[in-house]
């Protein structure tokens, strides 16, 4: 790999809306040049992300637009830093486990642990080759167990074990960080009856993951909180 470009590339999933659009617009603020995905061109429109930002549309289950984000990723010659933050939470409303089946499941896993680890994969070598992190925006559903979280919970929980392996297997830096309660529109889903205006936005956690990857701590799993 020859890492040619001058600008820190990132790719941060999920970038149409909540923490992803955050970290994606700070990033890019910073002089970074990032590729982000998401499923609805329409929610990109409404960002009002800047020419730094370079967005691929679709959904990152789906091999063909893997694909497209490697060939971006190929284009500019280096890869700094690979977020994964896309996630699904599952059906809505949110069940326990016994009421949910295989096909759950899988469209839960597909999405959560199978997408960024097959990504993760493909990466690897511009990852490797420019010293650069992996980051993986975990949750506080991976090591507690909440009613109706198990899914994602279990999901979530994967996604860490994979993240962390990988650092182990390739001496990348690897982490896995639970940015905690957030105003989103994920944590709306979870809680569809309840007024969430008293969570912090996602743009207060921010900062603490520019913390991490300006201070690059061992690999391991973190709590924003305490960055």
Do not use: C
Not at 149 to 157: D, E, F, I
């Amino acid at each position: 790999m020859n890492t040619r470009a001058r600008a820190r590339v990132a790719l941060v999933t999920g970038g149409s809306a909540g923490l992803g659009l955050a970290l994606t617009a700070a990033l890019a603020e910073q002089g970074w040049h990032v590729l982000t995905d998401g499923r609805r061109e329409e929610k990109f429109e409404e960002a009002g992300l800047p020419d730094e930002v370079t967005v691929v549309v679709g959904d990152l289950t789906d091999a063909d637009h893997r694909a497209e984000l490697v060939a971006e990723v190929e284009r500019r010659g280096r890869l700094d830093l690979l977020v994964h933050n896309a996630s699904t939470l599952g059906p809505l409303p949110m069940r326990p486990l016994a009421e949910v089946d295989i096909g759950d499941l899988q469209d839960v896993w597909r999405t959560n642990i199978g997408g960024p680890m097959v990504l993760t994969s493909q990466l690897l070598p511009w990852l490797r080759d420019s010293g650069g992190v992996l980051l993986s925006i975990s949750s506080d559903a991976a090591v507690h167990h909440y009613e109706t979280w198990g899914l994602y919970g279990a999901s979530k929980a994967a996604l860490d074990h994979v993240t962390l392996t990988y650092g182990a297997e390739t001496g990348v830096r690897a982490y896995a960080v639970d940015p905690g309660d957030m105003r989103t529109a994920m944590h709306q889903d979870a809680f569809p009856d309840e007024d969430i205006s008293d969570r912090p936005l996602p743009a207060t956690v921010v900062p603490r993951l520019l913390a991490l990857l300006d201070t690059r701590p061992q690999s391991g799993r973190y709590r924003a909180e305490d960055l």
